[in-house]
């Protein structure tokens, strides 16, 4: 697994000022999302067209993500 920062971090999560990054688990087919200064992650699951959604911490990572981007 490779871990990479998120591309426009701060256009999205500019008030936070915290690191977010990415690695995809190819082996499970599986997104993570972390952040390095409150230690909240999201796991996204995939499963032929269907996606699960993890939550840990005091952020909600990928309902950011979602908002920023208007999934």
């Known amino acids: 697994m490779e871990f990479a920062p998120i591309n426009g971090i701060t256009a999205w999560r500019p008030a936070k000022r915290a690191d977010v990054w990415t690695a995809w688990d190819t082996d499970a087919d599986r997104l993570w ?23 840990h911490g005091p952020c909600r990572l990928w309902d950011e993500i979602e908002s920023a981007y208007g999934w």
């Open 33 to 55: 999302v972390a952040t390095t200064d409150t230690r909240s992650w999201a796991a996204v699951d995939r499963e032929h067209d269907r996606f699960t959604v993890r939550h």
